[in-house]
């Protein structure tokens, strides 16, 4: 079984995945980031951590073999192909304030935790996402820098699901910096039953 999805620029999509399955994100023009957030279906109040995958993986990175894990410290997606390897684990969603904070444009504003809210029917006041191929530096003096992603159009990131979920996936809104690459642009998601072969 194969299911599709496109989040158009600006906008998010949801998915039902169960545990087994593969969920494939793909730059489909590239230079776009895509936020990445999932909560245990039937128990919202568990939900995919940046946080604690940091603290769990030691790093601030993630690569191919690493676990994505939920504020319960359980496992939530594993990393098995990744045509990148450059991923931000820091940064929350975007949202009005923050518009406001860095460009003064807050109001109206499309955002990804608006976004992502509407698709998963929740009023989350901050979402912490896995924000696929942005690319953060990290000086030595701890300063964070945001340059274009590397990635380019067709490029993918593929996570077996550990757990039975509820995917909440935006294409960043933000157009004012280099996030992504100065435009917005659309993200695939491809869910699949995984048939013991990664793409």
């Known amino acids: 079984m194969i299911r599709e999805y496109t989040a158009a620029p600006c906008c998010g999509i949801a998915a039902?995945?169960?545990?087994?399955?593969?969920?494939?994100?793909?730059?489909?023009?590239?230079?776009?980031v895509a936020d990445f957030f999932a909560e245990m279906r039937g128990d919202a109040d568990?939900?995919?951590?940046?946080?604690?995958?940091?603290?769990?993986?030691?790093?601030?990175?993630l690569r191919v073999g690493d676990t994505v894990y939920t504020n319960l410290y359980r496992p939530m997606f594993r990393v098995v192909s990744d045509d990148v390897g450059e991923?931000?684990?820091?940064?929350?969603?975007?949202?009005?304030?923050?518009?406001?904070?860095?460009?003064?444009?807050?109001?109206?504003?499309?955002?990804?935790?608006?976004n992502?809210?509407?698709c998963l029917n929740k009023t989350r006041p901050i979402?912490?996402?896995?924000?696929l191929f942005m690319h953060t530096k990290i000086g030595k003096n701890g300063k964070?820098?945001?340059?274009?992603?590397v990635s380019k159009a067709g490029d993918k990131i593929v996570l077996l699901a550990l757990e039975d979920v509820r995917l909440g996936v935006a294409a960043c809104s933000?157009?004012?910096?280099?996030?992504n690459a100065g435009r917005c642009g659309?993200?695939?998601?491809?869910?699949r039953d995984f048939n013991g072969q990664f793409e």
């Not at 039902?16 to 489909?28: E, L, N, S, W, Y």
């Not at 940091?54 to 601030?60: A, P, Y």
């Not at 991923?87 to 608006?114: K, T, V």
């Not at 933000?174 to 996030?179: D, G, Q």
């Open 186 to 191: 659309p993200i695939k998601v491809i869910v």
């Open 144 to 149: 964070i820098e945001v340059c274009p992603p």
């Open 16 to 32: 039902d995945v169960r545990k087994g399955q593969t969920v494939t994100v793909i730059d489909a023009e590239g230079g776009q």
């Open 127 to 131: 979402i912490h996402p896995v924000n």
């Open 46 to 61: 568990e939900f995919l951590s940046t946080g604690v995958t940091i603290d769990c993986n030691e790093s601030l990175r």
């Open 87 to 114: 991923h931000d684990l820091l940064h929350p969603c975007c949202r009005p304030e923050m518009y406001d904070f860095f460009y003064g444009n807050g109001q109206g504003h499309p955002n990804c935790l608006d």
């Open 116 to 118: 992502i809210n509407r």
């Open 174 to 179: 933000v157009s004012e910096s280099a996030c």
